[in-house]
């Protein structure tokens, strides 16, 4: 066992318990933001910047500069069908991910108490928004494939490549403010899994485990078609931390330097 499966369980373990106290303070009746903040749409832009930020942070951390900061089995899978991590280290990262997401909720259950599991927070779970299930999948698949587009252009741009955490976190930003309300703004398998088993809800569970990952893949493919080249499943490679991927950042730096 790698300890960057561990450090995958860490990271989205501590995003998860980002997100319980934020959706706490944001959505449940009692709390003093939410009754300052009338506006749902002002809410999802708080909630927002801050997993947007976090997102960075994370990505950025020492530990996602060693790990690659997935956080994702759906992205894990992408980089496995690329071909730049092998099957134990993505089924590591997918164990590690499920984990870790799962105790981030508990984790933060424990000390939130029932204000976590009141309706209007709902341990954060992903659900279908009022437009219905089709509404949702084909949404989460769009914003899926756009993120992974977009990291795929970057992290593999010499120029752009420095970028790639803002460009995501940005992205989640974006998404969580515009999207939420059609599908509860996922792109994560483990993520919806965490959020699911907390609260005993697998109704809609089956959606964020098909429409990412389908999503995801769709956007490789894209890329591999049009630019052809992939040369590491990490999102931030500023760093002088051990690469365990099939790594070609070196052919990256190079042509940085040329």
């Keep these: 066992m790698r300890v960057e499966y561990a450090m995958e369980a860490a990271l989205l373990g501590l995003f998860m318990a980002v997100a319980c106290g934020m959706a706490t303070l944001l959505e449940h009746p009692a709390s003093p933001a939410h009754a300052a903040l009338v506006d749902a749409t002002q809410r999802r832009m708080l909630m927002g910047l801050a997993m947007g930020a976090t997102a960075v942070t994370l990505i950025r951390s020492p530990w996602g500069r060693q790990s690659g900061a997935h956080m994702n089995p759906a992205l894990t899978l992408t980089y496995l069908r690329l071909g730049t991590i092998a099957s ?20 933060m259950a424990a000390v939130l108490g029932a204000a976590l599991g009141h309706p209007r927070v709902h ?25 992974v587009s977009v990291v795929l252009v970057t992290s593999n741009s010499p120029r752009l490549a420095r970028w790639t955490p803002f460009c995501a976190g940005a992205l989640v930003a974006t998404w969580i403010t515009v999207e939420a309300p059609l599908s509860g703004m996922s792109m994560n398998p483990a993520r919806s899994f965490a959020s699911a088993l907390a609260a005993r809800d697998w109704s809609a569970l089956w959606l964020y485990w098909t429409a990412p990952p389908l999503g995801m893949l769709a956007a490789a493919e894209t890329y591999v078609r ?33």
């Design 123 to 147: 341990y954060v779970t992903t659900m279908p928004g009022p437009a219905g299930v089709a509404v949702a999948f084909a949404a989460e698949a769009a914003i899926s494939f756009l993120l």
């Design 226 to 258: 049009r630019r052809g080249t992939v040369y590491c499943a990490k999102l931030d490679h500023e760093t002088e931390r051990r690469c365990i991927f099939r790594c070609r950042w070196s052919e990256l730096q190079a042509r940085r330097t040329a």
């Design 88 to 107: 134990r280290d993505a089924a590591g990262y997918a164990a590690g991910q499920l984990l870790g997401g799962a105790a981030g909720v508990v984790a």
